[in-house]
């Protein structure tokens, strides 16, 4: 199996910019779709993000469109979320994941990270 762990989290001021990464070690990283969600206190876990097999297809939820870039080298065996322009609401632990392909990467991802916390002050 395929361990995820995230790493880049921290305290930002509201405009701020974070970078996040997720390094994977053991099965194969460049055939796994990988994904960034976040939750929230009291919320469910939301999508935020997913990337292909290869970065050549990525995909954003509306609430993160135009601030937040996703990316990957398989070299490196790791996927990284560019945060910018950083609201109060982005506040959450943040998740990354793996899946065989972008759907579902999105719905049923097969392996999780242990998270990292983003925290944006006002």
């Known amino acids: 199996q395929v361990q995820l762990v995230e790493s880049g989290g921290g305290l930002v001021q509201a405009g701020g910019s974070l970078r996040l990464s997720c390094e994977a070690s053991?099965?194969?990283?460049?055939?796994?779709?990988m994904g960034w969600f976040r939750q929230a206190p009291g919320k469910e876990r939301e999508f935020a993000a997913s990337?292909?097999?290869?970065?050549?297809?990525?995909y954003y939820a509306d609430s993160v469109k135009g601030r937040f870039t996703i990316s990957r080298d398989n070299a490196k065996n790791t996927v990284y979320l560019q945060m910018n322009s950083l609201k109060p609401e982005d506040t959450a632990v943040y998740y990354c994941?793996?899946?065989?392909?972008?759907?579902?990467?999105?719905?049923?991802?097969?392996?999780w990270g242990q998270g990292t916390q983003v925290t944006v002050s006002s």
């Open positions: 990337i292909n097999w290869n970065g050549a297809s990525t």
């Open positions: 994941a793996a899946g065989v392909s972008t759907m579902f990467v999105r719905t049923t991802p097969f392996q």
């Open positions: 053991g099965g194969t990283f460049s055939r796994y779709a």
